[in-house]
């Protein structure tokens, strides 16, 4: 890592994790393998960030470690890409462990539990999925009908107005909310 940390990928400790290099690695893996509109990529950050607000609008009184919790949960993807969900499942079990045992390294580097709670976890699936219809009705092409056909189309979608920016400019948005939530844990 930039850092100079030194990742174990088949045994990652919570010690080799620095928030500087999730920040740096999502702000440069684009979502949608790049092919979206603009100028720039919409990157895996700009999309934790999507995440962790629709979050909010979705349950406003989550708490702040469960909004870290979102805003993290594609955290392993500075390390190991965005991979689109079929290839992961063609990938198999072995792409999935290590995904969660990056993840359980990370969540526990910055005071989470090892394991999301259900009920959390739901939360942040139905946020997430609801970025990837603002993402691909908005940036990647996609008309609502073949995005809810696909992804399904999200109850009490919020609006959002999505826009693809610099890496620089994603990651540092990045680094300000995680300050931001850690402040309030």
């Not at 440069?28 to 607000?53: C, D, I, K």
């Not at 919790?69 to 079990?93: N, Q, R, S």
Request: with cysteine; charged share 25%; hydrophobic share 45%.
């Amino acid at each position: 890592m930039l850092s100079g940390r030194r990742l174990d990928l088949l045994d990652p400790t919570p010690l080799d994790i620095e928030i500087e290099d999730i920040a740096l690695g999502l702000s440069r893996v684009a979502r949608w393998n790049g092919q979206t509109g603009g100028e720039w990529s919409f990157s895996v950050a700009q999309h934790s960030l999507l995440v962790e607000r629709l979050v909010i609008a979705l349950k406003s009184d989550t708490p702040p470690r469960w909004r870290l919790a979102a805003l993290l949960h594609d955290a392993p993807e500075y390390v190991i890409g965005d991979l689109i969900t079929p290839f992961k499942a063609a990938v198999g079990l072995d792409y999935k462990a290590l995904e969660v045992s990056l993840m359980r390294a990370v969540h526990l580097r910055f005071g989470l539990p090892a394991e999301t709670p259900d009920t959390v976890a739901r939360l942040i699936k139905r946020a997430d999925r609801a970025a990837a219809y603002l993402e691909a009705t908005q940036l990647a092409g996609f008309s609502e009908t073949e995005a809810t056909k696909i992804l399904g189309k999200p109850r009490r979608l919020p609006q959002r107005r999505l826009r693809p920016c610099p890496p620089d400019e994603a990651k540092e948005k990045f680094l300000a909310r995680f300050a931001l939530l850690q402040r309030q844990l």
